[in-house]
């Protein structure tokens, strides 16, 4: 899990396959967004590794409830799974 002076994270959710994963955080002044990260291959003379890279991250939110159902409706892989939970159960 990423480490943030400004911030707790408050939960995190990775994709189905590994590939992404979504930070959902609790800042020290009370409001919340989100950090999206995409998990990439590093190659190098030393070896192979695999490192989280940056992909989007949210506005400010007042609720945590009013963050997740914003992160569900723009972050792609995330909606994505919203959509196959409700279809699982109608």
């Known amino acids: 899990m990423t480490a943030y002076i400004h911030a707790d994270v408050a ?12 930070e959902f ?15 990439r291959l590093e190659e190098s003379p030393s070896g192979d590794g695999y490192y989280w890279s940056p992909r989007e991250h949210s506005g400010l939110y007042k609720t945590m409830e009013e963050l ?3 992160a569900r409706q723009t972050v792609a892989w995330l909606h994505g799974m919203s959509l196959l939970v409700k279809n699982m159960n109608p």
């Open 25 to 39: 955080l609790r800042r020290n002044d009370g409001l919340y967004e989100y950090r999206d990260f995409e998990r």
């Open 68 to 70: 997740e159902q914003a």
């Open 11 to 22: 939960k995190a959710i990775h994709s189905p396959d590994g590939a992404f994963k979504i």
